[in-house]
Every structure is written in C-alpha cells, then in structure tokens.
C-alpha cells in the first residue's frame, strides 16, 4: 500500500501533470495567489459562510432555528473528526507526495513533508461544505462548490494527486452523513437549551422586539376589535 500511483501512464498522474502544468503557464502573480487561496483562503472562505448561515438562521429565529445550528454546530465537528479519522489511513497507506516520486512538478509550496493519501485540506472543506448543506441547502451548494475549488488548488500547487482530492472528499462526506443523525440528536436538545436561555438565547434567535412587553397589552400583530368586526 506504499505507493498508489508510480507510472505517469497512470490516468490519475495523467491528470496530476495537466492540472499542475497550468502552473507553470501562469504568471508568477497568479500562482502566489493560488498558493495562499489553497493553502489558507479557502478554509477561512469556509470558516466565514458558516458565520454567516448561523447568522441568517439565528435572524429568522423560526421553530426550527435549534435544529438548523445544531446541523450547522456539527459541520466543523465533523471536519475535526474525519481529519482524526484521517490519521491512521495516511499512516496504513503511506503514500509520498508526488513532488517526491514524479519529475517536473511545479510545486508552489514547500516544506510538506507528511504522506499525500487523503488531503486535509479536501476533507476538511468537504465535511463542512456538506455540513454546511445538511443545514441550509442554499449556503451548502456553496460551500461544496468551495471545497471543489480546494480539491483544484491541491492538485495545481502540486502537493496532491487527484485521487488524494477524491479521497478527502469521500472521507468529509461520509463522516458527515453517518455520523450527521447521531449527532443531530444529541445537538438539538442543547441548542433549545440555549435558545431559552434569557443570557444567551440571542445565540439562537434574535431577540424578539415584544419582549419585555406586560401581559395582557395589545401588540401591533393584535386584530382590534374593529378588525374584527370589518
């Protein structure tokens, strides 16, 4: 299981030096940003659109808020366990970065001296873009589309093979998903709890305007009797 990939007839090396070789077409410029958008902009990309979902769900403060954070709580928990997980796989496979097997790599990034088999990167990013879409479908097809875009960086700065990519792809997704119930269950209850906490329920949903206000008076949502009678 060393090795997953040693002869460039191999489709999979094929597709490492046809993504990689657009490095060394681009100018110098581009390939610095790709190197700090792969390496660094996307996970705080990510980091930022799980912000903003919890901020959208926390201001429509609907009946299903708790249960919304609670998938949405479980995206980044689920991206720390499935690189967890990761650990032994790379240590069971053992397979070398291709910079170290294969001539001619434009590699925009050094010191990566771990094993390639499966990126981090494109665990982490699909585990939260699938979390991300268990939650909130509209911020979850953006979120996958950001984790793509990381699986491209990887293959382009030339630290990873594809099947690398692929490979933290099916491990984020499947982390997610069969572990997505369980942790749904034992999240929601914890998050109603902190919906109907008068500290911290604004966490949950944004505090009402009504609040505060005694009981019995007529609010603005109230019909009058003469609504009534129209």
């Known amino acids: 299981m060393a090795v997953l990939a040693e002869s460039g007839s191999n489709p999979d090396v094929d597709l490492l030096y046809d993504i990689n070789g657009l490095a060394k077409d ?45 998938a949405l ?42 094993y390639s088999f499966v990126s981090d990167h494109a665990t982490i990013t699909m585990a939260m873009g699938v979390g991300l879409f268990v939650a909130h479908r509209r911020f979850g097809l953006v979120g996958i589309a950001l984790a793509l875009a990381e699986g491209f960086c990887r293959v382009y700065m030339g630290v990873h093979y594809p099947t690398d990519v692929v490979g933290g792809f099916a491990l984020g997704t499947a982390v997610v998903l069969l572990l997505s119930p369980l942790a749904t269950a034992l999240l929601t209850p914890v998050l109603k709890a902190v919906g109907s906490s008068p500290r911290v329920g604004g966490l949950v949903r944004r505090r009402s305007a009504t609040v505060g206000v005694v009981p019995g008076a007529r609010t603005a949502l109230e019909p009058t009797d003469r609504d009534l009678a129209a």
């Open 73 to 114: 709580v479980w995206a980044p928990l689920a991206a720390a366990i499935a690189v967890l997980v990761n650990v032994p796989i790379r240590g069971f496979v053992e397979r070398p970065r291709p910079f170290l097997t294969h001539q001619g790599l434009d590699v925009l990034i050094s010191g990566k001296t771990d």
């Open 26 to 70: 681009a100018p110098h410029w581009f390939d610095r940003v790709m190197e700090f958008v792969g390496e660094y902009g996307l996970l705080v990309a990510m980091v930022l659109l799980v912000v903003w979902c919890w901020w959208t769900v926390r201001r429509r403060g609907d009946e299903d808020a708790p249960a919304t954070l609670a």
